[in-house]
């Protein structure tokens, strides 16, 4: 168990409003990630962050922003909701010395009306 | 672009038989490379990790990697209905950039 949790777990929500899932971690790993899972698509990065304060974009950006202010938290935001944002998302931490490895959270699923 | 390629299945495979997994990728560049489980409604698990040629064997299961022919499978030996899942492909480039196939779903009948 690498201690991740996610939440909300689920929610329903409707086009043009903003959304904030949140991640948290409780073994200080560097390094988090925020992926969606679409059918058909597998698994797509969307965020990473190596460190507090720093993150990076990954292959589907565009539309979210993520946040790591503390070490255990990692938010991503959906300034405002469009209905092709409804999925699952997973946030993964890798530990330092496994770079690669990754740990997933259980999830969230998102619908957005 | 960076494609990891796996067959969608349903691979039906029945209770002891072997189950023959397998992955490509286009990033010859490509370093690492892992294979999750992914039961229905439930998040991804790591089972294997393999970095370089070759077999790597862990219990039932035996991940193969061949760079050269840029594919990596997985075969899980006296396959139970428990390994019934979905099983992703991952493939890790240089760098923090890790490209996962969109899975293959895997049935075990009894």
């Known amino acids: 168990d690498a201690g991740i949790t996610q939440s909300p777990r689920h929610k329903v929500t409707e086009t043009g409003t903003p959304v904030t899932l949140r991640c948290h971690q409780t073994e200080n790993h560097r390094y988090m990630y925020w992926y969606r899972q679409d059918p058909g698509h597998g698994l797509r990065l969307i965020h990473y962050?190596?460190?507090?304060?720093?993150?990076d974009k990954g292959e589907v950006s565009d539309g979210y922003s993520v946040s790591r202010s503390k070490t255990e938290d990692f938010l991503l935001t959906l300034e405002s909701a469009t209905s092709s944002q409804t999925s699952v998302y997973f946030c993964?931490?890798?530990?330092?010395?496994?770079?690669?490895?990754?740990?997933f959270g259980e999830g969230s699923r998102l619908t957005v009306l | 672009q960076k494609e990891v390629e796996q067959n969608s299945g349903p691979l039906s495979v029945p209770e002891g038989a072997i189950a023959s997994l397998n992955c490509t990728y286009s990033?010859?560049?490509?370093?690492?490379f892992f294979w999750y489980r992914q039961y229905s409604g439930k998040s991804p698990e790591l089972i294997m990790s393999i970095y370089s040629n070759g077999d790597k064997e862990d219990g039932r299961f035996t991940a193969q990697l061949n760079k050269a022919s840029q594919y990596v499978s997985l075969l899980i030996r006296d396959s139970q209905p428990s390994d019934s899942a979905t099983y992703l492909c991952?493939?890790?480039?240089?760098?923090?950039?890790?490209?996962f196939g969109a899975g293959t779903r895997l049935t075990v009948k009894p």
């Open positions: 962050s190596y460190g507090v304060k720093d993150t």
């Open positions: 990033d010859r560049g490509s370093q690492s």
């Open positions: 993964a931490i890798s530990r330092d010395r496994t770079p690669g490895e990754l740990f």
């Open positions: 991952a493939v890790k480039s240089g760098g923090d950039d890790m490209r």
